[in-house]
C-alpha cells in the first residue's frame, strides 16, 4: 500500500508539492481551509489528485506519513500542534522538492531586498545561457520544478516561514541581505527568535558551499561573533571590497572573487539607490561564483527592469508622481522609500501591523513627508507616531478613498508614495492585489 502524503494549502506551493509526490510514488492528499483557486482545481483534477477546500478532514491528515504545509500557516494552529505531538513531519515545500534535486542552489533571504536580488540573479544566470530555474516566493514552485522541469541552477528566494519547515536541506550559495523586525508577530515578539529563522539559511552548508552576507548589517554581524560558520564567508558592503568580497570605492561597485575583480559604475547600473546597490553587490557576487563572465554581468545588471510593486514608478498627474512600492510590507521596507524621494511626499502607508515600531521612520517624515493617509482598518499607531510631525493625516478605507485623498492633498511636483509599511490583509488578499488596486485609482483620476 502506498504512504500517504498530506499537503496543506493548495497554493502554488502546495499544488507543486502535490504533483511531485505523485509522480515520486506517494498516495496524496490535498486540503486548504479556504477556497481553491480554480487554475489549481482545474491542475488537481487534471493529475487525478485528491484535494478538498474550505475544511481540514483532520483524522485522514493524522494517517499521514509526511505533512508539506504552506507557509502561511503557523506552528500554533491546532492541527500542526497536534501533527508534532503524534510525531509527523512536517515540511516546506522547498525541504521536499529538495529531497529529489540534485541540482545547485542560490537561496536568498532577508527583511528586505530579496525579491529584487533574487530576480536580478536569475536575469544574470539566464542571459549566461545556464539552465536556471527560479522559485520560493517568486516563480514556480519549486517541487513542481523538480518534478516536470529540472534545471541545473535554482535561485531560491526564501522566507523566514519556509526556513522554519527546511531541515536536510542544503543551499549551495546563501544570501542573507539584512536583517530587521519583521513578523515579529509569528515569532512571540522576540527578535532572536526571527534572527535564528534568518541564519537557518546557513543550515548543513559545508567549507565548500558559500555565504553571501551584508557586513553593514549590525544584527548579521553581532551574531557572526557568536555562531561557527563553515561556508565561505563573503561579505558586501557600502566601504572598501574585501578580498573575496564587495564594496564600493569611487562611484564604483568592486566585487573581488577568485583572483577575478568585477568593476561597475553604479552610474551604470540599472538598479539606482543605495539599497539597490547592495542588492546588486549580493547578486553579483551569487553570479561569479557560477562563473559568470565580466562583461555578461555588465550588461545584465544595466539592463535589468526591475520588480513589480516595489518602488515602481508608476505614473504622473497633473505634475504629480505617483509611485507604487506596495511590496514594502515593514517598517525598513518604507524606510529605503523614503529616503530614496526626493520630491515633497504624501506617504500612503498602512494596514495590518506585525508589531511595527516606527521610531526609525520619524527623522524622514519629519523632513520629507507633507502629509499622510492611513489605509488600514486600525490606524492609532501611525496617528500616534506621526501625529506631532505631520500637519495633515486623514484616514481611508478604501484604495479608491486613499488615492483621491492622496492627489487631493499633492501639488504639482510632489510624490504620492504608497509604501504601507504593514501586510495588506485586512482589505487586500495580498501585496499585489494592494499594489494593483492602486495602479488602478490612480488610472481613474
Not at 5 to 23: D, R
Not at 387 to 396: H, K, P, Q, S, T
Request: glycine fraction near 8%.
Amino acid at each position: 500500500m502506498k504512504k500517504l502524503v498530506a499537503i496543506l494549502g493548495a497554493g502554488e506551493s502546495g499544488v507543486g508539492a502535490a504533483i511531485l509526490a505523485q509522480k515520486v510514488g506517494y498516495d496524496v492528499f490535498v486540503s486548504d481551509m479556504g477556497k481553491v483557486k480554480e487554475k489549481y482545481k482545474e491542475v488537481l483534477s487534471n493529475y487525478n489528485i485528491d484535494f478538498e477546500e474550505e475544511k481540514h478532514t483532520s483524522e485522514k491528515i493524522l494517517g499521514a506519513e509526511l505533512v508539506v504545509k504552506s507557509p502561511g500557516i503557523p506552528d500554533t494552529a491546532p492541527l500542526i500542534v497536534a501533527l508534532k505531538e503524534k510525531g509527523i513531519p512536517v515540511i516546506s515545500e522547498i525541504e521536499f522538492g529538495g529531497r529529489y534535486s540534485s541540482a545547485k542552489t542560490i537561496c536568498i533571504t532577508g527583511s528586505n531586498g530579496k525579491t529584487t536580488t533574487t530576480l536580478l540573479t536569475y536575469h544574470i544566470l539566464k542571459n549566461a545561457g545556464i539552465n536556471v530555474g527560479l522559485a520560493g516566493n517568486v516563480g514556480k514552485s519549486f517541487a513542481w520544478q523538480v518534478a516536470e522541469e529540472e534545471h541545473d541552477v535554482y535561485v531560491i528566494e526564501l522566507s523566514s516561514f519556509q526556513l522554519d519547515g527546511m531541515y536536510d536541506f542544503r543551499a549551495d550559495v546563501a544570501v542573507l541581505m539584512n536583517i530587521t523586525p519583521d513578523h515579529l508577530d509569528r515569532y512571540g515578539y522576540d527578535m532572536q527568535n526571527y534572527i535564528d529563522s534568518k541564519f537557518r539559511i546557513l543550515q548543513n552548508q559545508t567549507n565548500n558551499d558559500y555565504f553571501i552576507y551584508c557586513d553593514d548589517d549590525e544584527v548579521i554581524k553581532n551574531e557572526l561573533s557568536k555562531r561557527e560558520i563553515k561556508p565561505v564567508q563573503i561579505p558586501f558592503g557600502l566601504g572598501m571590497a574585501s578580498e573575496p568580497g564587495a564594496g564600493v570605492h569611487e562611484n564604483r561597485i568592486i566585487i573581488n572573487f577568485h583572483q577575478n575583480q568585477f568593476s561597475m559604475s553604479i552610474l551604470d547600473l540599472s538598479l539606482q539607490g543605495k539599497h539597490n546597490t547592495y542588492n546588486s553587490m549580493a547578486a553579483g557576487i551569487a553570479s561569479m561564483v557560477f562563473e559568470i563572465r565580466n562583461e555578461q554581468l555588465r550588461e545584465s545588471m544595466s539592463d535589468f527592469t526591475g520588480v513589480e510593486h516595489r518602488l515602481e514608478r508608476f505614473l504622473k498627474v497633473h505634475g504629480i508622481e505617483f509611485i507604487n512600492d506596495s511590496k514594502a510590507t515593514n517598517v525598513n521596507s518604507s524606510w529605503y522609500a523614503l529616503e530614496s524621494v526626493h520630491k515633497p511626499i504624501v506617504w500612503i502607508a498602512g494596514g495590518v501591523d506585525k508589531g511595527n515600531d516606527y521610531s526609525m521612520l520619524q527623522g524622514l517624515v519629519n523632513n520629507k513627508v507633507k502629509a499622510i493617509v492611513c489605509l488600514g482598518k486600525n490606524n492609532a499607531k501611525l496617528h500616534e507616531a506621526f501625529g506631532d510631525l505631520v500637519a495633515d493625516i486623514v484616514d481611508a478605507s478604501s484604495m479608491e478613498e486613499a488615492v483621491k485623498a492622496a492627489y487631493y492633498l499633492a501639488r504639482n511636483g510632489d510624490s504620492v508614495l504608497l509604501s504601507p509599511a504593514c501586510a495588506s490583509f485586512d482589505l487586500f488578499e495580498n501585496y499585489e492585489d494592494r499594489g494593483n488596486q492602486f495602479k488602478k485609482q490612480v488610472r481613474n483620476l
